[in-house]
């Protein structure tokens, strides 16, 4: 059994600053530090001046599954994000955790983040609950992947459109979405 690791925030330097109504924060990270539950290993992730797409997930959440598919695609067509996945659940052990990332083959880092340090800092409310971090710290947005609790059924697909944006260097037109999902337990 793997034993019980803290996840540490590392190098990351968490503030909130009241900014308008579109973005209530900015995180500045440089770094995650944790348990990575589909190598099995303690690791140090780089944000290497890359946008973040942190990405809060529930092992016991059929919304988050059904994402899975969807997000994979998502993170091999956006190479020059860095896409990191949270696990935040405090209900669930880890081993059971890493089996079940493990099955399906997600093909970004997901940290444990049984304390819920990450859901508390971003004030994630559901999974899956998606939001994309300049290098600077300004979460560019926040919401809901698709306008479904099933991608298959999506008629939006508000992270795509918002990576899009920022790839061509426009500003998100729409920051803020609505997140469908499990609640992240507190």
Known sequence: MVSKVKLFFGVIIIHFLLMNQALAKEIKISEFTGFNLLSGNEEAISLENKHLVALFLNRSCPCSQA???????????????????????????QQMAMSYFQKFKVNFPIFEDKSLQFANAFNAL????????????????????TDSRNPKRARQFYLQKALEEISQGKSVSNPITKTLGCYIQR
């Open 67 to 93: 994402h899975f598919d969807h997000l994979n695609k998502l993170s091999k067509k956006y190479k020059n994000f860095l896409f990191v996945g949270l696990h935040s659940n405090k209900n669930t052990n």
């Open 126 to 145: 559901k999974t899956p609950h998606v939001f994309v971090v300049s290098p600077e710290g300004k979460i560019e947005y926040q919401g809901g992947a």
